[in-house]
């Protein structure tokens, strides 16, 4: 079974500072992938970044950089100079292997982290 | 463009009453999703339509009936629901190209409150 794990309730950050969210995931499944979503208080999911478990280089999209350490078992966001919105909830997921054949793309989530970008 | 509509935005009912919500995409994904989420929790999953067809029912009841009508559209029915169903609907979208890691995009879901 697969499971995200996310320690961080809440976390609280200066702006124009950083800020490293954790995530730590278990599989016997050597092929999965890694996702990062934001969700803000209206409530929509937005995609942030993906790292594959074979990808050699940590996934970086602008200001979001995924820190993938395998060995660890550790899929870590970090934001670089945050700012007031950055301010939502952050869930780490990793999608489920293959089913039979088929591919599903289900999703485990992590509990979630609070963040909170102060002025 | 990575866009997933939802309809309606909000939505009230009644436990007797039957309603609808509505997604629809048009990315091109053949894989699409229903998510229940409840305040300050993680979504779970409830419903998978994967090239039209219903790939995956996380044992929902039975007062919530999925359809997909064709590949960019997906509605999930609504009949007899009871308060503790009150929830943020989230829909989602990926490609399926079977290698089961592709990117999930969700639209801004339906909070819906049963009365």
């Known amino acids: 079974a697969q499971k995200i794990t996310q320690t961080q309730p809440g976390m609280f950050v200066q702006e124009k500072e950083a800020v490293t969210l954790d995530c730590t995931y278990d599989t016997s499944d050597p092929s999965y992938g890694l996702f990062w979503y934001k969700q803000p208080s209206s409530g929509e999911m937005i995609f942030l970044i993906y790292q594959g478990s074979y990808d050699q280089q940590n996934a970086t999209e602008g200001r979001y950089s995924l820190n993938f350490q395998k060995a660890r078992k550790s899929a870590n966001l970090v934001i670089s100079a945050s700012q007031l919105g950055d301010s939502a909830m952050y869930f780490c997921a990793m999608s489920a292997p293959l089913v039979g054949g088929t591919s599903y793309g289900k999703l485990t989530f992590g509990q979630g982290t609070i963040l909170t970008v102060h002025p | 463009d990575t866009e997933v509509t939802q309809t309606p935005k909000h939505l009230v009912m009644g436990m007797t009453n039957k309603k609808s919500l509505k997604c629809e995409q048009h990315?091109?994904?053949?894989?699409m999703y229903w998510y229940k989420q409840k305040a300050k929790k993680p979504p779970e999953l409830m419903f998978v339509y994967s090239y039209e067809k219903l790939s995956i029912n996380e044992s929902v009841p039975s007062r919530f009936s999925p359809e997909c009508p064709n590949s960019s559209l997906l509605n999930l029915h609504l009949h007899a629901l009871q308060p503790e169903d009150s929830a943020l609907y989230l829909c989602?979208?990926?490609?399926?190209?079977?290698?089961?890691?592709?990117?999930?995009?969700f639209g801004p879901g339906t909070r819906l409150l049963v009365l």
């Open positions: 989602a979208s990926s490609q399926d190209r079977g290698r089961g890691q592709e990117t999930q995009y």
């Open positions: 990315m091109g994904h053949r894989a």
